[in-house]
């Protein structure tokens, strides 16, 4: 029985796993190359975090990121584990954690790190994952 249980739980890992791999490369490819398009990754009632403040909802979410220079993202770590589903109702959810380097236009490079809760929207056709929660920091904020 433990042994099915251990096995049933890797499957959800591997599913995790090659959902964040995917996830993350079309973030940072659209935050960097396609910024207008970037909302339709996010559930309408998306938060997002930055670096302490908050932007709830798609219509606020293009805006701030229409603030934003345009950025040179490169990610050095990327990490994922499934959330058990008795802590999202039953929803498919995977947390994703990364962490790299960032260059907006006009200003230094600078460390980060961001953490995305993805939830899966299943569809007849297909699953698509959407970000229902999201948390930016520069790790060298105090220079900033």
């Known amino acids: 029985m433990l042994g099915l249980?251990?096995?049933?739980?890797?499957?959800?890992?591997d599913q995790a796993?090659?959902?964040?791999?995917?996830?993350?490369?079309?973030?940072?490819?659209?935050?960097?190359?396609?910024?207008?398009?970037?909302?339709?990754?996010?559930l309408d009632k998306a938060t997002l975090i930055w670096n302490g403040n908050v932007v709830t909802g798609l219509e606020a979410l293009a805006?701030?990121?229409?603030?934003?220079p345009s950025s040179e993202f490169q990610v050095n770590m990327l990490d994922c584990q499934p959330v058990h589903e008795q802590a999202t109702q039953s929803q498919t959810t995977v947390l994703v954690?990364?962490?790299?380097?960032?260059?907006?236009?006009?200003?230094?490079?600078?460390?980060?790190?961001q953490n995305f809760l993805l939830t899966a929207q299943?569809?007849?056709?297909?699953?698509?994952?959407?970000?229902?929660?999201?948390?930016?920091?520069?790790?060298d904020w105090a220079t900033i």
Request: glycine fraction near 2%; charge should be positive.
């Open 5 to 13: 249980l251990l096995m049933e739980f890797k499957t959800y890992v």
């Open 17 to 42: 796993c090659r959902a964040a791999e995917e996830f993350v490369n079309i973030y940072y490819e659209t935050m960097d190359k396609r910024r207008r398009a970037l909302t339709r990754l996010y």
């Open 63 to 68: 805006n701030f990121f229409d603030m934003l």
């Open 97 to 113: 954690v990364t962490s790299g380097t960032v260059k907006f236009d006009g200003n230094k490079q600078h460390y980060f790190n």
């Open 122 to 139: 299943t569809t007849a056709n297909n699953t698509v994952w959407k970000i229902a929660s999201d948390c930016f920091r520069f790790q």
